[in-house]
């Protein structure tokens, strides 16, 4: 599939000296070739539901550790509010 967009490609790119209108065509599809070369896959889009899984147990884990830190801030804060105004 790659080697015939490749052909493609090149037809696209000598059809360009012809009319430059080939030469966009050529370039949209040079960008769809580096892209599916590259996976293509957007951040934040997982491919199938392990990673997905495996990306909000991380963000759990992430949140219950920092919601413990800021819990104890929080406390600090209300003792500190309550003393002032008390």
Do not use: C, I, K
């Not at 000598?14 to 957007?42: I, Q």
Request: proline share 2%.
């Amino acid at each position: 599939m790659t080697l015939v967009l490749f052909v493609l490609f090149g037809a696209l790119f000598g059809l360009g000296f012809l009319n430059p209108l080939w030469w966009v065509t050529a370039a949209l599809l040079a960008f769809v070739l580096v892209r599916s070369v590259r996976g293509g896959r957007g951040r934040g889009r997982p491919s199938d539901y392990g990673e997905y899984r495996a990306r909000r147990d991380r963000e759990s884990r992430w949140e219950r550790r920092y919601r413990r830190q800021r819990r104890g801030r929080w406390m600090r804060q209300e003792r500190h509010d309550h003393y002032q105004h008390g």
